[in-house]
Nanobody, 119 residues
């Protein structure tokens, strides 16, 4: 069993920054990729960024150049550094893990953390 717990969400002004964290526990040897999805009200959940054990990454076009995903294997934690935030980045952000190493991880999910970008 794998547990993923997100933290770091909150309210930020446009142009500001936030860093989300996702701590993994349990059978962490099963996790070969981690990622972040987001879901805004009335919209489908979309992949924001993902990283696998080989260091390969994938980003949504809308966040390229502004968001950076990273992973600290020693701490079993993934991070999403979000800079130059825009109101359209407002959503619930979900951490996901995958046993296969897919850059669209979807085997394990966190509970989500709210990010609100507003003045």
């Amino acid at each position: 069993q794998v547990q993923l717990v997100e933290s770091g969400g909150g309210l930020v002004q446009p142009g500001g920054s936030l860093r989300l964290s996702c701590a993994a526990s349990g059978s962490i040897f099963r996790i070969n990729a981690m990622g972040w999805y987001r879901q805004a009200p009335g919209k489908e959940r979309e992949l924001v960024a993902a990283i696998n054990n080989g260091g390969s990454t994938k980003y949504a076009d809308s966040v390229k150049g502004r968001f950076t995903i990273s992973r600290d294997s020693a701490k079993n934690t993934a991070y999403l550094q979000m800079n130059s935030l825009k109101p359209e980045d407002t959503a619930v952000y979900y951490c996901a893990g995958d046993w296969s190493g897919s850059l669209r991880p979807n085997n394990y999910w966190g509970q989500g953390t709210q990010v609100t970008v507003s003045s």
